[in-house]
């Protein structure tokens, strides 16, 4: 059974603070990693990651993949308040399409 | 519109009547998933159209959760019969058949059956 598994489960840091989100995944006919934000509403598309070593970044948000070990870790640098949310990770396979397989997330508040 | 519409946002529902949930998916998306998000947890695929076609339904929980897509844009998902343990979430999200294009999601709809 497909299954990806994120830590910590939660996290309280305070503003200015760098964060690791981790996320381990072992599942059949791999493709891809994906990150999302989740507020209270819509998953919010962060990053894909498809090969390994290469890091992706996008402000103060970066991510890396790693396909020997099967997992990928999100970064986030000088964090704010605005952070706050949960981090889905999931992975994404080569049947139904490229369905994805969640973990459950880790819930991250940002204090001021 | 520009992202993903799905609607009712909120549902509320007395255990055993039926319930249907809409998806508006963004144009030109050929792709199109539904996901069920319980509380605390990340959400778990349902179902996935590829235009009309319904490719793959494995994650549907029981035979009283249908899906269509009739013209392979709006899809509803049909809960029959419901039950407490359908209250959750359900998100649709929509993409490009190009599998290196991510998937892209609605606020989805907070299903609640008393």
């Known amino acids: 059974e497909d299954k990806v598994v994120q830590s910590p489960l939660s996290l309280v840091v305070h503003e200015g603070d760098t964060v690791t989100l981790n996320c381990s995944y072992e599942?059949?006919?791999?493709?891809?990693l994906l990150w999302y934000k989740q507020e209270k509403k819509a998953p919010t598309f962060l990053f894909m990651l498809?090969?390994?070593?290469i890091e992706k970044k996008s402000g103060r948000l970066s991510s890396i993949l790693d396909k020997k070990e099967l997992f990928s870790i999100l970064n986030i640098t000088a964090t704010q308040t605005g952070d706050s949310a949960v981090y889905l990770c999931?992975?994404?396979?080569?049947?139904?399409?490229?369905?994805?397989?969640f973990g459950g997330g880790t819930r991250l508040m940002v204090k001021p | 519109g520009a992202g993903v519409s799905q609607s009712p946002r909120y549902k509320v529902a007395k255990r055993g009547q039926d319930v249907a949930l809409r998806c508006d998916p963004i144009?030109?998306?050929?792709?199109l998933f539904w996901y069920q998000q319980a509380l605390g947890q990340g959400p778990e695929f349902l179902t996935y159209?590829?235009?009309?076609?319904?490719?793959?339904k494995s994650g549907l929980p029981s035979d009283r959760f249908f899906a269509e897509r009739p013209e392979g844009s709006v899809s509803t998902l049909k809960i029959q019969r419901t039950q407490q343990e359908d209250s959750a979430v359900y998100l649709c999200?929509?993409?490009?058949?190009?599998?290196?294009?991510?998937?892209?999601f609605g606020d989805g709809t907070r299903l609640s059956i008393l």
């Open positions: 999200a929509s993409s490009y058949r190009d599998p290196n294009q991510p998937q892209h």
């Open positions: 599942v059949t006919n791999f493709r891809s």
């Open positions: 498809t090969s390994s070593g």
């Open positions: 999931a992975a994404a396979t080569h049947n139904a399409g490229n369905m994805l397989t």
């Open positions: 144009s030109g998306h050929v792709s």
């Open positions: 159209f590829q235009n009309e076609a319904q490719l793959d």
